[in-house]
Nanobody, 126 residues
Framework: QLQLVESGGGLVQPGGSLRLSCATS????????MGWFRQAPGKERKGVAC????????QYSESVNGRFIISRDNAANAMYLQMNNLKPDDTGVYYC???????????????????WGQGTQVTVSS
């Protein structure tokens, strides 16, 4: 059974850093594009950063580009999101997602993804 489990969320001050992890099981990770999505209170879930199965292709939302880094370790069945210079607008529940993907590029819309974790809360506040 395919599972995605996020960890690493918490409360951090503006300007601080956090590293999210997504542990996966039940599938061959290299065959799947993976992504991080954020849902703020009262708002729709939106893409933050996504990565191809090989890790060669990445895509970021404009608001996090240059501050966040997505990476993956297929041998360890894990994906990561290094978040630097965090801002209050980064607050929300962060979800790990995956989809079997053999096309070029990286899917970035939430509707493109089939599998989801339970989410981890990130709060950026002083």
């Amino acid at each position: 059974q395919l599972q995605l489990v996020e960890s690493g969320g918490g409360l951090v001050q503006p300007g601080g850093s956090l590293r999210l992890s997504c542990a996966t099981s039940g599938f061959t990770m290299a065959n799947y594009a993976m992504g991080w999505f954020r849902q703020a209170p009262g708002k729709e879930r939106k893409g933050v950063a996504c990565i191809s199965g090989s890790g060669f292709h990445t895509q970021y939302s404009e608001s996090v580009n240059g501050r966040f880094i997505i990476s993956r370790d297929n041998a360890a069945n894990a994906m990561y999101l290094q978040m630097n210079n965090l801002k209050p607008d980064d607050t929300g529940v962060y979800y790990c997602a995956g989809v079997r993907w053999s096309s070029g590029g990286v899917p970035f819309r939430s509707i493109d993804y089939d599998y989801w974790g339970q989410g981890t809360q990130v709060t950026v506040s002083s």
